[in-house]
């Protein structure tokens, strides 16, 4: 329960608000209702799917460790973050420059996206969510760093990393190039999409 309340902690810690200038079509005033209302929306849809994931990955790793969690993964993750896109009406997605799952592979402007939040982390930059006007919608991007637990399946292979583990990882997820990471490194970000 405190490590689930501490990732809780964490997440908000790491979603904090921006702001964005207004398009010469609409008022001020509009545009920062409109803009903060998406920002608040994929804050709040991003913590419902990161505590629903957490806590289903937590519960299959107290059941069976990094095999059961990679297996877990592998099988429910995806269908979970199905039903919580039709819930909030939304694509979700976890996307990084090293995906585990090839099907996570991040689209041209959310690569765009992450080589900024690269760029602002080696810089040691505060990385903050934003938004994105799309041609139809809006997308909400957030930062994902790597919290100390998740080294057991993305760290150093040999160190945080179980070999023996890796290599069920490896027999899930042959393209795999989600590892050597360490607890705070930037491992990615939250993409949603609202659409119009």
Same mark, same amino acid.
């Given at each position: 329960?405190?490590?689930?309340?501490?990732? @809780?902690?964490?997440?908000?810690?790491?979603?904090?608000?921006?702001?964005?200038?207004?398009?010469?079509?609409?008022?001020?005033?509009?545009?920062?209702?409109?803009?903060?209302?998406?920002?608040?929306?994929?804050?709040?849809?991003?913590?419902?799917?990161?505590?629903?994931?957490?806590?289903?990955?937590?519960?299959?790793?107290?059941?069976?460790?990094?095999?059961?969690?990679?297996?877990?993964?592998?099988?429910?993750?995806?269908?979970?973050?199905?039903?919580?896109?039709?819930?909030?009406?939304?694509?979700?997605?976890?996307?990084?420059?090293?995906?585990?799952?090839?099907?996570?592979?991040?689209?041209?402007?959310?690569?765009?996206?992450?080589?900024?939040?690269?760029? @602002?982390?080696?810089?040691?930059?505060?990385?903050?969510?934003?938004?994105?006007?799309?041609?139809?919608?809006?997308?909400?991007?957030?930062?994902?760093?790597?919290?100390?637990?998740? @080294?057991?399946?993305?760290?150093?292979?040999?160190?945080?990393?179980?070999?023996?583990?890796?290599?069920?990882? @490896?027999?899930?997820?042959?393209?795999?190039?989600?590892?050597?990471?360490?607890?705070?490194?930037?491992?990615?970000?939250?993409?949603?999409?609202?659409?119009?």
């Amino acid at each position: 329960m405190r490590f689930f309340v501490l990732l @809780q902690c964490m997440f908000f810690c790491l979603v904090s608000c921006t702001q964005d200038k207004p398009s010469k079509s609409e008022k001020p005033s509009e545009k920062k209702t409109a803009h903060r209302d998406y920002m608040e929306d994929g804050k709040k849809i991003a913590y419902n799917t990161f505590t629903t994931l957490s806590s289903n990955l937590q519960k299959a790793m107290k059941e069976g460790g990094v095999p059961n969690a990679a297996k877990y993964c592998n099988l429910a993750a995806s269908s979970l973050v199905d039903s919580l896109e039709q819930i909030h009406h939304v694509d979700i997605k976890r996307t990084s420059l090293k995906v585990r799952n090839q099907n996570n592979k991040p689209t041209q402007r959310e690569l765009d996206q992450l080589n900024a939040y690269q760029k @602002q982390f080696d810089a040691k930059e505060k990385l903050e969510p934003s938004l994105q006007q799309l041609e139809k919608g809006m997308a909400f991007y957030a930062p994902i760093h790597l919290m100390d637990l998740c @080294q057991k399946c993305h760290g150093k292979v040999g160190e945080t990393l179980k070999s023996e583990d890796y290599a069920i990882i @490896q027999d899930l997820y042959p393209d795999d190039e989600a590892i050597d990471f360490v607890a705070g490194d930037l491992r990615g970000m939250w993409s949603i999409t609202f659409k119009q």
